[in-house]
Each structure stands twice: as C-alpha cells, then as structure tokens.
C-alpha cells in the first residue's frame, strides 16, 4: 500500500533517480537536449542528501510499499524577495512518468498543504515552467492561481527559462 512519508537519508538515491527521470521526460522539448542528457543521478543524490538533512524543509515521498519511490515533494519557506514569513514553498514535485495519471502528485500536494499549516504557513507558492502546460493544468486544478510574476532563470548558463509563479491560500482548520 503507498504512503506518503518523510524522506530519509537512505532515500535520496532514489529521489535523485527519479528527479532525473521525471526532468528528462517533463523537460524535454523545453530545454536542450545534450543539457538533459547530461544530468547525473550521482550529483543529484549529493545534493539530495545535502538537502534532506536542512531543518527547514519538507521533503516528501510517495513510498509504495515495495521500496520503490514514485513521487516526491519539497516544501521550504518562500526563497521570493516579496514573500512573507508565512509563505511556503512547494520547491520540487516530481512523479515517476510511469506513474502519471494515478493521482501520487495529487496525494503529495494534500500532504505537503497540511505541512505547510502545520509549520505556520499561510499560503504556498510555486514556480512552473512558462510552455509546461500539462504541469501548469494540473496546480490550477489543485486551487493554484497565477500570481502575476515571472522571471527568467539562467543559472545553467548555456540557457534561459521562463517561470512563472503560482500561489495558494491555505485553509486553516
């Protein structure tokens, strides 16, 4: 039976896997091609493992009960200049392309929202790629709005991405 649970250090290998997957599938058509072929689940599990162990952060799983991991979530305080000391942020969510479709990122927000309320959060921001429709499609159906800003990322250096950002309200109880 799958659940979602909080990362440990044991699983950021598979996280890393999956993040490199999911980026190489998502991704592709949107970014170059010999930058996706070039990621490396070595380098992504280091910094996997330098995260998990980062008291102010969240990191969720979607454990399916065999030991796979199909999904995850990053939730941390909104690293946006304009953003309150009550704004989350959903950092990375990512499901395994062989699972798209069987509602693991749906069941991964719902967590990673009551996380947010419970750490004091009062909303959740995220950035989406500008053309990535599908993922774009998929928060709106979750209750997240565009906000108005965007901005241009190029910390790969050989390229630019547009982003946009997305903001939820989160329901108290």
Request: glycine share 2%; proline share 3%.
């Given at each position: 039976m799958r659940v979602v649970r909080n990362a440990n250090f044991e699983d950021c290998a598979a996280i890393a896997?999956?993040?490199?997957?999911?980026?190489?599938?998502?991704?592709?058509?949107?970014?170059?091609?010999?930058?996706?072929?070039?990621l490396d689940i070595g380098e992504r599990t280091k910094m996997w493992r330098k995260l998990n162990v980062a008291s102010n952060r969240v990191l969720l799983v979607?454990?399916?009960g065999d030991g796979t991991i199909s999904g995850f979530c990053d939730l941390i305080p909104s690293r946006d200049g304009d953003a309150k000391p009550t704004t989350g942020e959903i950092s990375a969510i990512y499901v395994s392309p062989k699972k798209w479709g069987q509602g693991i990122g749906q069941e991964l927000l719902s967590v990673a929202a009551g996380r947010a309320r419970e750490k004091g959060f009062s909303e959740v921001t995220l950035w989406v790629l500008h053309a990535n429709q599908r993922a774009r499609k998929f928060y709106e159906k979750f209750g997240f709005v565009l906000d108005g800003s965007e901005k241009e990322d190029n910390r790969w250096?050989?390229?630019?991405?547009?982003?946009?950002?997305y903001r939820k309200p989160l329901q108290t109880s």
């Open positions: 896997a999956l993040h490199v997957r999911a980026w190489q599938a998502v991704y592709r058509g949107h970014m170059p091609d010999e930058f996706l072929d070039r979607m454990d399916d250096i050989d390229f630019v991405i547009r982003e946009v950002r």
